[in-house]
């Protein structure tokens, strides 16, 4: 199965138009209106999600195969993880917790071996949006903190309320970002993936909102501005409208999350939204939904005149996958949204195929040459439109 040659045709045709990255580029990707640039010029977000790429002990061999096969879709942007929290030393990770304490891992295992990272993604010309922690249990997360400065099981969103957890998250953030401050590979820092009230620890406090949450993001955001003036900063969230109206739970403003009200603050420079209508219940209309969803965030991006990045989206492969992706990436494209990373990246390695949740997009399968084809189509649109 290939993708149709119509769109591939077009898309060679049009990748001439594109403004291309620089090369080696010493400057820093700034937002610029609803766009991005780079030394200047133009800057597309497209690319994958690779959460695993520094997480999976990895040869450096590996990582270049992973970056490679992401740059040879056209892709200039990985988003990645840089956490993992844990309590007992395993594999690579960041921070290992004894108690209440919290050690860095400054080491082969851990930031040392995030550098190797960060060495094969400007290699490949890519940039990379690191996340600095999770919503949920993989990886650690925020329940970590939680567990272990208050007590086991205790409410999910204290994360985001009590003055130890936030001065530890703090800690992290300092140690993580000072260290990049003047590394031009890093696109710019996510707060957390997905953050909510919820968790996977099914504890609540009862009394998270929105407003709590905003007012975390105002805290962190602005924090890591006094670190690092160079870098952009978002969330990392899955987009949720705040509408106590809605009867759509994405909608309502249920999960703690106001798109609007996030992406008006003046330390973050860049929105993100996920997509994932099966996950979420939407599956009366799956493709219609997304379509939707895409344009209500694109809204949002020129309310506010802040880029916007579908940063997330997936549906497994007997759901209609190829049509699915054709229908969103083209409406990213005639929508004017900024950028768009899909979920995820796949590659085969020196010990078999990375790792895969059903989502993962492997070289020479029809997702990545639609990948391919779309690169070039928005790239060019963004070189005309100045997004």
Not at 4 to 10: D, W
Not at 71 to 99: C, H, I, K, M
Not at 183 to 192: D, K, R, S, V
Not at 353 to 367: E, K, L, M, Q, V
Request: charged share 10%; glycine share 10%.
């Amino acid at each position: 199965m290939t993708l149709s040659t119509g769109l591939i045709t077009l898309a060679l045709a049009t990748a001439s138009l594109a403004t291309p990255v620089s090369r080696a580029s010493a400057g820093y990707v700034k937002a610029s209106g609803q766009g991005f640039t780079l030394d200047g010029e133009t800057y597309t977000v497209f690319g994958s999600n690779s959460y695993w790429v520094g997480l999976t002990e990895l040869s450096t061999t590996d990582m270049d195969t992973t970056f490679a096969n992401i740059a040879s879709t056209g892709g200039t942007t990985v988003r990645t993880w840089g956490f993992n929290e844990v309590t007992a030393p395993s594999g690579d990770y960041y921070q290992l917790w004894n108690g209440s304490t919290a050690t860095i891992n400054y080491g082969p295992t851990g930031l040392e071996n995030f550098d190797n990272v960060v060495a094969s993604a400007k290699a490949h010309d890519i940039h990379l949006i690191v996340t600095l922690t999770n919503n949920w249990a993989d990886y650690g997360g925020m329940d970590v903190y939680v567990n272990q400065i208050i007590g086991q099981g205790q409410p999910h969103d204290y994360f985001y309320t009590n003055p130890e957890v936030i001065a530890a998250y703090k800690n992290y953030v300092n140690a993580f970002v000072s260290r990049y401050v003047n590394e031009p590979t890093i696109f710019g820092w996510e707060l957390a993936n997905e953050p909510r009230c919820t968790g996977t620890t099914p504890a609540t406090s009862g009394t998270c909102t929105t407003e709590t949450i905003t007012t975390w993001i105002e805290t962190m955001s602005a924090y890591i501005k006094t670190i690092d003036s160079n870098h952009l900063v978002g969330l990392g969230d899955e987009g949720w409208f705040n509408d106590p109206n809605s009867t759509d739970y994405s909608y309502s403003g249920s999960q703690g999350i106001d798109f609007n009200a996030n992406l008006a603050i003046e330390t973050i420079d860049f929105g993100t939204f996920h997509l994932y209508p099966f996950s979420w219940g939407e599956t009366a209309s799956p493709i219609t939904w997304g379509a939707e969803w895409i344009e209500n965030h694109r809204i949002s991006q020129a309310t506010y005149n802040k880029p916007v990045l579908m940063e997330e989206f997936g549906v497994l492969s007997a759901q209609n996958q190829t049509a699915t992706y054709l229908n969103w990436y083209t409406t990213v494209l005639d929508s004017g949204l900024s950028g768009v990373l899909i979920w995820q990246a796949g590659s085969n390695l020196t010990n078999g195929p990375s790792p895969n949740d059903g989502y993962a997009i492997y070289p020479d399968t029809p997702t990545y040459y639609m990948e391919q084809a779309f690169s070039s189509l928005i790239k060019a649109r963004n070189a005309v439109t100045g997004l």
